[in-house]
């Protein structure tokens, strides 16, 4: 990525958005992955013809978190690249970690913790599929996807994706969960798949979380670095709270719990999975 300079005003303006941006959503940009914040803001400021310091009076003048700047800020900050079936983790949750839940319990709830644009939680859904039957897992099985970006969350629940991001799914599961939408460049997910799929904001910083009933499976994978190592241990010991006895908690293979003071037992023969006892 290509350094651009700024001036001084603006570098200031940039801490300070870093700041808000850690105090209102846990977000961490520590002073060297300033220069990727930059790059994430650079898009809001030119769809709102400001500059950085521009872009951080705004913030400072407008109604709290839930401004139209505030939330555009958020969900550049946060975006992050997804995948279907990303990393390869798969294999074990179709033969170890789901048959795992649905052998204990009628109703399986799992939670896509980072949902982005929904690739994740619809790779979970497409997987359970192909265990239970699709009608089956309508019956069994509810899957929620939460983001703090509003916009991209948006992308997940329309379920429209360019074919391009097609490429890691088996061409059996792309006949069988995908439908075409009349851009020829773009695919729908199947609606019947859509249907066991809900996706909702939330901020992983403010807890404890909102849920009435735990979850058998929760996925948290490529979200933790955003935080403090304070942070991260936080969000890890919330999710605990609200795993049912026996659940699964899946981080990315690029993540670790290590040094972290949690309750959860890793599984010691895969990397990033971790279990409630």
């Known amino acids: 990525m290509p350094r651009v300079a700024i001036n001084k005003e603006d570098l200031t ?15 961490y940009y520590p002073d060297g992955k300033l220069e990727t914040l930059k790059h994430k803001l650079f898009k809001v400021c030119l769809d709102n013809r400001m500059t950085l310091s521009q872009l951080y009076d705004q913030l400072q003048n407008g109604n709290g978190n839930k401004s139209a700047i505030a939330l555009q800020i958020v969900a550049a900050a946060s975006t992050n690249h997804t995948a279907f079936f990303r990393e390869d983790i798969w294999e074990w949750v179709k033969e170890e970690i789901l048959p795992d839940v649905l052998g204990r319990d009628r109703q399986v709830r799992i939670w896509s913790a980072a949902a982005s644009s929904g690739e994740e939680a619809y790779t979970i859904a497409m997987v359970a599929s192909e265990i239970l039957g699709i009608f089956e897992l309508k ?10 970006s509003f916009k991209i969350l948006k992308q997940a629940e329309d379920a429209i994706y360019p074919r391009k991001r097609t490429r890691n799914i088996p061409n059996e599961l792309i006949k069988k969960y995908f439908t075409d939408f009349k851009d020829k460049n ?17 901020n ?29 241990e936080k969000i890890i010991n919330a999710i605990y709270d ?11 293979v690029t993540e670790s719990l290590n040094g972290m003071n949690t309750r959860w037992k890793k599984v010691s023969r895969k990397i990033g999975f971790f279990r409630k006892e």
Do not use: M
């Open 242 to 252: 609200v795993t049912e006895p026996g659940g699964w908690l899946i981080v990315s």
């Open 186 to 202: 773009f695919v729908k997910i199947h609606d019947t798949l859509r249907s066991i799929c809900l996706f909702r904001r939330l």
């Open 13 to 27: 303006a940039l801490k300070e958005i870093a700041r808000w941006l850690n105090s209102q959503t846990g977000i």
């Open 139 to 148: 019956k069994r099985v509810a899957i929620l996807g939460t983001d703090i």
């Open 204 to 232: 992983l910083k403010k807890r404890p979380y909102p849920f009435k009933r735990r979850f058998h499976i929760t996925f948290c994978r490529n979200v933790l670095y955003y935080f403090t190592q304070d942070e991260r």
